[in-house]
């Protein structure tokens, strides 16, 4: 049986090309339980095909039905392969880290067929250290950034000795981890919705719209932060990109970030903002492509019930967006922090005179540019809405296992689209915070130069803390 594909899900699906394709991913680095054996990764990939009772999240695919304008749906896979999706690989030799991101690049790089179920799982071995990777990627039509990071939290366990936990594909009993699954098949991509009905003025909650779009209007008029952004540079991000992928992931201790931020009186986000301030600043400056003025990121935010709905990048339902200027123009890494914690306070004070309908709305107004200019073939012509794309995604604060393997390592991979080369997500874990970069291959050249100038930005900032 078919059903109607939400308008927000669609959009993705529609926004898809061989330049841009339109899936979030991931990457998880695991150590095997003491014993293991040398078939053990077999064993793994095997357990795992074996899940044959899929959840319906993982059997639909998108089709177009003629009969009804063409309107696109999601049809359940009757002929399901669970061998297409679940794929075991291994890396050549020497076996680094660099070949294991090189081989992430590449998957990342290719399209999801509409003809099957929209994700795929790659059990990778090879690793000279003996650690286990598993690369996995599911289309943004089906799941945003935020829940796919659930989905697969939603396997583990903090017992090592678990041997009981199923793949995050599979069908499970009614449970809290399938509660989360029901939420992430919900998807935050399908608010809009709710948010096109309210700005339009159909419940009471965009009473206040117009208000707010106006002060948004100054305010990015004015350069300043808010949900929208009408003043960022050109740079060498902003242009046509190719389906070519780069990823390159690092991570660094919360702890350094944390005691930096305590010493400053600013947030662990706001130091990652000024990691990524400061690393952009040294890379654009090697090519000679460093602009007079900041840089601006677009950063997804989320509301926070227990501080009446003010909008906070610590967690809950990330629904609105604040363009934060990065101070890149600045050359003292603390004046680069302050001028991003700044920022990021003033977007998310405007935000909170909202209510979440209309910060809803007013995100996705801020976003339309990015979207509209490649669309309208307008990239170099008009300044682009902001440069860069950079998100926390919170994680779990314990160590995790599943069936026995430690987790050691998640790396978030994302989406870069036309004129939006670079998307830097982050992800913490355990008292760590990975750094996933994802880029287009061409557009931005020695993508992995931005995680040495980012060691070497973190380092800068404890300096000028004072630690």
């Known amino acids: 049986m078919a059903t109607p594909i939400d308008p927000a899900s669609a959009a993705f699906l529609l926004a898809e090309s061989r330049q841009q394709p339109m899936h979030v991913g991931g990457l998880q680095l695991f150590e095997r339980p003491e014993g293991a054996g040398p078939g053990y990764v077999r064993e793994v990939f095997e357990q795992m095909r074996r899940d044959d009772q899929v959840a319906p999240l993982f059997l639909k695919h998108p089709e177009r039905r003629l009969k009804a304008a063409g309107q696109l749906v999601w049809k359940r896979d009757d002929l399901f392969d669970i061998e297409h999706h679940v794929r075991h690989s291994a890396l050549p030799e020497p076996g680094r880290v660099r070949e294991l991101l090189e081989l992430c690049s590449r998957l990342h790089s290719q399209r999801l067929a509409w003809e099957r179920p929209l994700w795929e799982a790659h059990v990778i071995?090879?690793?000279?250290?003996?650690?286990?990777?598993?690369?996995?990627?599911?289309?943004?039509?089906?799941?945003?950034?935020v829940s796919a990071m659930r989905l697969m939290q939603s396997m583990l366990s903090t017992d090592p000795d678990r041997r009981d936990l199923p793949a995050p594909w599979a069908a499970r009993p009614p449970t809290k981890a399938v509660q989360t699954r029901a939420d992430?098949?919900?998807?935050?991509?399908?608010?809009?919705?709710?948010?096109?009905?309210?700005?339009?003025?159909?419940t009471a909650e965009a009473a206040g719209m117009p208000g707010a779009l106006v002060r948004t209007l100054t305010r990015g008029v004015k350069g300043e932060t808010s949900a929208l952004s009408l003043r960022a540079p050109r740079t060498l991000f902003n242009q046509t990109i190719t389906g070519s992928r780069r990823f390159a992931a690092q991570d660094w201790p919360v702890d350094r970030m944390r005691a930096i931020g305590q010493a400053t009186g600013t947030t662990i986000n706001d130091v990652v903002l000024a990691m990524c301030s400061g690393a952009v600043r040294s890379y654009l400056a090697e090519l000679d492509a460093l602009p007079d003025t900041s840089v601006v990121a677009m950063v997804p935010v989320?509301?926070?019930?227990?501080q009446s709905q003010v909008a906070?990048?610590?967690g809950g339902n990330a629904v609105g967006c604040v363009m934060v200027q990065l101070g890149t123009h600045l050359a003292d890494p603390a004046d680069r922090l302050r001028s991003v914690h700044d920022s990021m306070r003033s977007g998310k004070e405007a935000l909170s005179t909202m209510t979440p309908a209309q910060i809803i709305a007013m995100s996705a107004i801020g976003m339309a540019p990015s979207v509209i200019t490649p669309l309208l073939r307008l990239n170099g012509v008009v300044r682009p809405p902001f440069n860069l794309i950079i998100s926390n995604v919170p994680g779990p604060r314990s160590t995790q296992y599943w069936n026995g393997m430690k987790l050691v390592g998640t790396y978030p991979l994302s989406i870069p689209i036309n004129g939006m080369a670079l998307n830097i997500t982050c992800a913490s874990y355990d008292g760590t915070m990975?750094?996933?970069?994802?880029?287009?291959?061409?557009?931005?050249p020695h993508l992995q130069r931005l995680l040495t100038h980012l060691d070497d930005e973190l380092a800068a900032l404890e300096k000028a803390a004072g630690l």
């Not at 071995?125 to 089906?142: N, P, Q, V």
């Not at 989320?302 to 227990?306: I, R």
């Not at 990975?434 to 931005?444: A, D, I, K, M, P």
Request: aromatic share 4%; with cysteine; charged share 20%.
């Open 434 to 444: 990975g750094f996933g970069l994802t880029g287009c291959r061409r557009t931005v």
């Open 125 to 145: 071995e090879g690793l000279a250290d003996g650690r286990l990777a598993m690369y996995t990627k599911i289309h943004h039509a089906l799941v945003d950034g």
């Open 184 to 202: 992430a098949e919900r998807s935050l991509a399908q608010l809009p919705a709710q948010v096109v009905r309210s700005a339009l003025g159909i």
């Open 302 to 306: 989320g509301l926070n019930a227990k």
């Open 312 to 314: 906070s990048t610590d």
